[in-house]
Structures are given as C-alpha cells and as structure tokens.
C-alpha cells in the first residue's frame, strides 16, 4: 500500500499560469516533506521543503502547502515557465533525522509555451 | 563537488549474469541511499548506509541483491543472478546527517536485463 501517492500521473499547464501538483499521506508519523523535481536522463533534484510545525513555506516561484489534518500537501508554482516541465516527486518522512523518505510515483509537469 | 556520481550509466546484460552498479558519494556525506525507479512502482528506497554501516534494507526485493560500502568513498549494489523484472534505473544518492535539506541524487544506472 503506497504511504505516499500522487494521484495525477500527469498535468499540463500553459506558461505564466499556475501549476498545483498534490501530494497524499496516510501515515500520521511523517512530520517532514519534500518535493523533488526530475527532467530526463538526471537524478532528482532537491526543489523545497516542509516540517509539520507550518502550513506554508515558500521559496520564490514555489511555495509548498501543508494541510495536516487531511494529511495533504501541495506544490504551487506561479508563474509557470516551460523550463518547469519534469517530473514532481512528493517524499514524506516521519522518523527524527528525516533520513528515511518515502517517495510518490510522481507528476509529469508539461508546461505549454 | 562534481556531486553523487554512478557507474555505468547504462548496462544491458542477460538475464542471469551478475551485475555490479557503482557510487561515489559527496564527500563528507554521512549517508548513502540506493533508491529503484520503475514505472510501476517509482522510486523505491532499497537500502541505506550511515556512516558505512547498513541502517535499513528491509527494501532490497530479494537475495539476489546485495550492497556494500567498504570505505565512505564508494558502495555497490549487486543482482547476482539478474532477471529482467529488475530492469529499472537505480539511482544513488547522499546527505549529511540530519540531511532535511534532501538528498543529492546520481544521475542513475539505466539497468536492462534481456
């Protein structure tokens, strides 16, 4: 049973829009979340973060929203630009060094020009 | 830094051979993870080190796979025999302690078993 899903395999937004990207949990231990983006042929790369002590956190384009008690988070980018088009992973941890991440399947971004 | 870096970056190989896929972590790294990416499943966390140490492998499918870290250096993850089922890209990566800044990711090992 997936800890973590995503359930939109993908999304296509046109570019200068906003693009939501959401993440589920059903373990009520994970207190730490990250969102990892991957283009092809690359490892992911680490986007932005959220510990379960806010509902918000937010790094230029991308802010991230967590909503606890319906154990959802989501990524929100604004303005959407075509180099944003990847593939999103939600990862999830719940132990205290936030070493052991489960990760989502993943939503692939495509953003329009 | 030239980052987490793997080896090979693609392999094909026939089912039943053995295969060896290689990481250097960044160095100072206190933790390794080896992570399986497959349409089906995403990205699966196989095993993880601290320090050298194996911490958790209770995601490593079968023993037919196996890992290593001899130094904090370098680690191997080994399918010996292969099946085409494990065909996936296997991805390693590293953090300092208390990595809440995520991990650094490899580019992968594309592995294919014919």
């Known amino acids: 049973d997936q800890q973590v899903k995503q359930n939109s395999p993908s999304l296509s937004v046109q570019e200068g829009r906003i693009s939501i990207l959401n993440c589920d949990y059903t373990?009520?231990?994970?207190?730490?979340f990250l969102w990892y983006k991957k283009y092809p042929a690359e490892g992911p790369t680490f986007l932005i973060s959220?510990?379960?002590?806010?509902d918000k956190n937010e790094d230029g384009r991308f802010t991230v929203f967590l909503n606890k008690s319906a154990k959802h988070l989501s990524l929100h980018i604004v303005p959407s630009q075509p180099g944003d088009s990847a593939v999103y992973f939600c990862?999830?941890?719940?132990?205290?060094?936030?070493?052991?991440?489960?990760f989502g399947p993943g939503t692939r971004l495509s953003v329009l020009p | 830094d030239a980052g987490v870096i793997q080896s090979p970056r693609h392999e094909v190989t026939e089912m039943g051979q053995e295969v060896t896929l290689r990481c250097k972590p960044i160095?100072?790294?206190?933790?390794l993870f080896w992570y399986r990416q497959t349409m089906m499943r995403g990205l699966e966390l196989l095993i993880y080190?601290?320090?050298?140490?194996?911490?958790?492998d209770s995601g490593m499918p079968e023993d037919r796979f196996s890992a290593k870290m001899p130094n904090a250096s370098f680690s191997t993850l080994k399918i010996q025999p292969s099946e085409p089922r494990d065909s996936a890209v296997y991805f390693c990566?590293?953090?300092?302690?208390?990595?809440?800044?995520?991990?650094?990711f490899g580019s992968g090992t594309r592995l294919t078993v014919v």
């Open positions: 990566a590293s953090s300092l302690e208390r990595g809440l800044a995520g991990y650094t």
């Open positions: 373990n009520s231990m994970f207190d730490y």
């Open positions: 959220i510990s379960s002590i806010k």
């Open positions: 990862a999830a941890s719940g132990d205290n060094y936030g070493q052991n991440f489960v």
């Open positions: 160095s100072g790294h206190d933790y």
């Open positions: 080190f601290n320090n050298n140490v194996p911490i958790d």
